[in-house]
């Protein structure tokens, strides 16, 4: 028997979510446990900040531009890498539950594998040879529509709650702007839904279900992932009570006087302040008929509280899982691996959602790596930078396996020494969006505390423009030093390094085949 | 306005290719849809999810090789023409080209990825090797 691995993430959560990184208001006491007896990784990026790319990359440990999914809408390849594939070839069952997205979900034409499964009463499409590696996938998004298993699962269960969700597209199929709870905050939606019915409950039950099926002697690798705190912000209503948005103050990064706010927002690239005045929507996710500019301290206290809920049903969700997992007598053989796929703004420079902005509202992510016990690792934080690019060779490291061919980047340090030794020094992000005219491409690297984002040529930036920040002295990434003489050299040295690491896109850039 | 192009070349020559593109009642031979029946200048085609789109006939221009048609009578869809192209490119080589616009615009980003594997296809049964 090898050591079993229990893979979970969110979707759009923040580094400050949890108490084990500071976080002070949603209790995360299961999560913390994994923390302190396990590797906390400080300073993790992904390798884009919307979903389908970033979880390409955690599937196939590559960067953007090299699996092609360059932008939500864009499917990863039927043919792609997947660390799933390698770890059942070496006799491991594997499973996917909860929020896949390697393919778009707005699919009227049922072209997805994903979005087929749940309609045809199926768990894989082919048990010899299964979709992406997966012997089992049982999928979810956020809420009850569409065609997953647990859009399916309501249906068929309790119809009656399917409107108890927050209706995530209007009538012309944008992104919903409409507004809710006390503050009339966009995506926020009281929702009467009973917490055992909610996605956070279902993906942690049919988890530990796949567990059941399992026999005591069988290798495991499980991803479990939940589609929360993402928006619609519609935890389940009678959970509420948890955290009174009355009672929050504003999160740091919020500057809450718009003279400055607006300032800071003209030091950085165009598309900022573009998308603040409400001119310049280059992200579908973002509600286009919502203006940033017009976001209440009291609509971003209520968003933090919804959010904050949410990460507290995660959190038990996954004690409930981890109890079911003892209860197997794994416990000791299990390791654990926690993330998200890209963070939210949940107020930060007065805004919302995500999109091309390369700050740590968005880049800096929850990493922690709980090794199995009875591998003896010390715990330890690793202030290195490191790359959601680095899980699948973690998978393949903690199976026993060499490091796939196919992978980009080492396997996750066990502390700061040996992220040196494995060659840990930058991480590198890409934004790519090109939506009916909207075009923002940006390349990034963070090194050294110090996060260098580059434009290339789009709809309202070009070639030299581009945003510097000094971490350790501005962590608030409040202070643009891209044209600032006395870090020019350490600017300069960052593009290079930049450039010389990133993997070349390949080209034509694949088609965008859905919104999302 | 949603707007979307999709275009491949085939080694064939135009007039076959369009003898074959330019039925509207073969859609579903080459276009990811589940069923399609034509009456006079009227088309109905159903998607895999169950969803049926009416659609009128605008053009269809044999010497032009250009097909047109709009999906009408959807409470959703407020704006739609799609046009498939064949355009000779020498006798043995052709470009054939599907677009669309519309609105809602978002809708034009999954029926240009549907397009893509129709016209894939269409490449693979008429490219001369």
């Not at chain 1, 794994?330 to 998200?340: A, Q």
């Not at chain 1, 990493?367 to 690792?377: D, F």
């Not at chain 1, 600017?491 to 450039?499: H, I, K, V």
Request: net charge negative; aromatic share 10%; hydrophobic share 40%.
């Amino acid at each position: 028997m090898g050591r079993k691995i229990l893979f979970i993430t969110t979707d759009q959560q923040r580094y400050d979510a949890l108490g084990c990184n500071g976080g002070t208001v949603a209790n995360t006491p299961v999560i913390d446990s994994l923390s302190k007896s396990g590797i906390t990784f400080d300073r993790a990026h992904p390798q884009n900040v919307v979903c389908m790319p970033s979880r390409s990359t955690m599937l196939t440990g590559q960067h953007v531009s090299t699996h092609g999914v360059w932008m939500n809408g864009v499917p990863l390849p039927q043919d792609a890498p997947s660390i799933a594939s390698d770890l059942r070839n070496a006799g491991y069952s594997t499973a996917l539950i909860g929020k896949a997205h390697f393919e778009p979900l707005l699919d009227p034409f049922l072209r997805f594998t994903e979005n087929r499964l749940a309609g045809e009463k199926l768990f894989t499409d082919n048990p010899n040879d299964p979709h992406r590696g997966f012997d089992h996938m049982e999928l979810a998004t956020h809420g009850a529509a569409g065609n997953l298993h647990y859009s399916q699962y309501i249906r068929d269960n309790h119809p009656e709650q399917a409107a108890n969700y927050y209706r995530v597209l209007d009538n012309e199929l944008q992104v919903n702007a409409q507004g809710g709870g006390d503050s009339g905050a966009p995506q926020v939606h009281v929702n009467n839904i009973p917490r055992e019915w909610y996605h956070t409950e279902w993906v942690a039950q049919r988890t530990i279900a796949w567990l059941q099926s399992l026999p005591d002697d069988q290798d495991w690798f499980c991803w479990m992932s939940f589609p929360d705190p993402h928006h619609p912000w519609d935890p389940p209503a009678s959970e509420m009570h948890r955290v009174r948005w009355q009672d929050l103050d504003l999160p740091e990064g919020y500057i809450a006087n718009p003279a400055t706010r607006e300032a800071v927002l003209d030091d950085k690239l165009r598309h900022w302040r573009g998308w603040y005045d409400g001119t310049f929507v280059s992200n579908y996710e973002a509600p286009a008929k919502w203006v940033p500019a017009t976001l209440t301290t009291d609509q971003v206290r209520e968003v933090n509280a919804y959010t904050h809920v949410e990460n507290e049903l995660i959190d038990e969700a996954i004690g409930t899982v981890m109890k079911a997992i003892d209860s197997r007598g794994w416990g000791n053989d299990v390791d654990v691996l926690y993330t998200t796929d890209h963070g939210e703004f949940q107020g930060d420079f007065g805004l919302l959602f995500k999109g091309p902005y390369h700050v740590d509202a968005l880049m800096r992510l929850p990493l922690i790596w709980r090794p199995a016990p009875n591998a003896a690792i010390a715990p330890a934080r690793v202030a290195s930078p490191v790359g959601l690019v680095s899980l699948a060779a973690t998978f393949a490291h903690i199976a026993g396996l060499p490091q796939p061919t196919y992978v980009e980047a080492p396997r996750l340090p066990q502390n700061d020494t040996e992220a040196t030794v494995l060659g840990h020094e930058r991480v590198l992000t890409e934004w790519d969006s090109v939506l009916f005219g909207k075009i923002v491409h940006l390349r990034t690297i963070c090194r050294d505390n110090w996060v260098c984002t580059a434009a290339l040529p789009g709809s309202l930036n070009t070639t030299g423009d581009g945003e510097l920040y000094d971490l350790t002295h501005d962590p608030l990434q409040h202070v643009n030093r891209w044209d600032d003489p006395s870090a020019r050299a350490m600017r300069d040295d960052l593009l290079s390094d930049m450039w010389a690491n990133l993997p070349k896109t390949v080209l034509p850039l694949r088609t965008m085949d859905a919104p999302v | 306005m949603g707007t979307v192009r999709r275009s491949v070349f085939i080694d064939c020559d135009a007039d076959s290719v369009w003898s074959f593109v330019g039925a509207p009642e073969r859609l579903h031979e080459w276009f990811p849809i589940t069923a399609c029946k034509v009456e006079g200048n009227k088309r109905w085609i159903t998607l895999a999810a169950g969803i049926v789109f009416e659609e009128d006939i605008i053009t269809l221009d044999h010497d032009l090789r250009r097909f047109q048609y709009k999906i009408v009578n959807n409470h959703l869809i407020t704006f739609h023409l799609g046009t498939v192209d064949v355009i000779a490119d020498g006798p043995n080589r052709c470009m054939l080209m599907y677009s669309t616009d519309m609105e809602p615009e978002v809708l034009a980003l999954p029926i240009g990825g549907a397009a893509g594997v129709g016209l894939a296809k269409v490449k693979e049964m008429f490219d001369r090797k």
